[in-house]
Nanobody
Framework: QVQYVESGGGLVQPGGTLRLSCAVSGRLVSQNAVVWYRQAPGKQREWVAMIDSSGVVDYADFVTGRFTASRKIAQNTVFLQMNKLKPEDTATYYC??????WGPGTQVTVSS
């Protein structure tokens, strides 16, 4: 069973920054693609960003240029640096490998 502990969310003003962390246990981030998802109230979960086993990253169009995914293999942890946040970025953010065993997520609220 894979476990995820997401952290780093909070309340931030539009234009602000947050850095999310996701500590993974049960799978190695160096051997798996780790995906960041988000889900806003009343909406379906959506794909945000990915960092694959080689460290190659990919982003949804709506975050390209604002969000950056990275990882620390020694800590088996992935990160999502979020800059220029918008109110529409408000959601619970999750990291996941293979869309199973979801963690609790971390809440991001962008509001003035």
């Amino acid at each position: 069973q894979v476990q995820y502990v997401e952290s780093g969310g909070g309340l931030v003003q539009p234009g602000g920054t947050l850095r999310l962390s996701c500590a993974v246990s049960g799978r190695l981030v160096s051997q798996n693609a780790v995906v960041w998802y988000r889900q806003a109230p009343g909406k379906q979960r959506e794909w945000v960003a990915m960092i694959d086993s080689s460290g190659v990253v990919d982003y949804a169009d709506f975050v390209t240029g604002r969000f950056t995914a990275s990882r620390k293999i020694a800590q088996n942890t992935v990160f999502l640096q979020m800059n220029k946040l918008k109110p529409e970025d408000t959601a619970t953010y999750y990291c996941n490998i293979g869309m199973t065993d979801w963690g609790p997520g971390t809440q991001v609220t962008v509001s003035s």
